[in-house]
């Protein structure tokens, strides 16, 4: 089974540009999480999504940050304009069943964002 | 709100036992544990639900008191493979999200 895939793996930028994070989850998974990792933390939820429904963005910073699910697959994450405390790791997760927290969750490898 | 693990780091030699704790000021539904190594994605290792159940895999297991809120992990007899950064995630009754502690750093040592 694969597992849930992330592009790109780094990625630098400069701050005020903007950048997209695409994350395409384990086949079948209803759900969709978009966390934000700083060094030395744990993940912190941004969005999470339910097929191609919003469950939850209330920590998603909405003036800079948006994220879509198209058809209830594939997921990006958009941040416009970046920020220097934006530089972190942007971990992809899904898990099979609806949105509820006591399942499993498999995350992918992470896209670590460096904002200079 | 984010939980609070304990402690924050641990050096441990091969074949040494350890206990990592989980506590919450909020009523949990459940606590999931994960372990991250160094550059990759956080693994799943366990869920425990309220009810007070003790789950195992292997050489560890974790527990859950939903009556102090706090659930702990069990590590026995380490081995390398152990080291790694552990993570709780805890889920508040009703909100169908995880909220993960800032992580206890574990290094098993020969």
């Known amino acids: 089974e694969a597992g849930v895939a992330q592009s790109p793996r780094y990625k630098i930028i400069e701050k005020r540009q903007s950048v997209a994070f695409w994350c395409n989850p384990i086949s079948g998974h209803a759900t969709l999480y978009w966390y934000q990792q700083i060094l030395g933390q744990g993940p912190k939820l941004l969005i999470q999504f339910q097929n191609n429904g919003v469950v939850d963005d209330s920590q998603l910073p909405k003036d800079r940050f948006s994220a879509e699910r198209l058809k209830g697959v594939d997921s990006t994450l958009k941040i416009q304009p970046a920020k220097l405390e934006d530089s972190a790791v942007y971990l992809c997760a899904s898990s099979l069943r609806g949105a509820s927290g006591t399942d499993e969750q498999y995350f992918g490898p992470g896209t670590r964002l460096t904002v200079t | 709100q984010q939980p609070v693990q304990s402690p924050q780091a641990v050096i441990l030699r091969e074949g040494e036992d350890a206990v990592i704790n989980c506590s919450s000021s909020?009523?949990?539904?459940?606590v999931h544990w994960y372990r991250q190594k160094h550059g990759e994605a956080p693994v799943f290792l366990m869920i425990?639900?309220?009810?007070?159940e003790q789950k195992g895999h292997e050489k560890i297991s974790a527990s859950f008191n939903e009556k102090k809120q706090q659930s702990s992990l069990y590590l026995t007899a380490s081995q390398l493979s152990y080291s790694g950064t552990y993570f709780c995630g805890t889920e508040e009754a009703g909100s169908y999200q995880l909220t993960f502690g800032k992580g206890t750093k574990l290094s098993v040592i020969p």
């Open positions: 909020k009523a949990l539904y459940s």
């Open positions: 425990l639900l309220k009810g007070g």
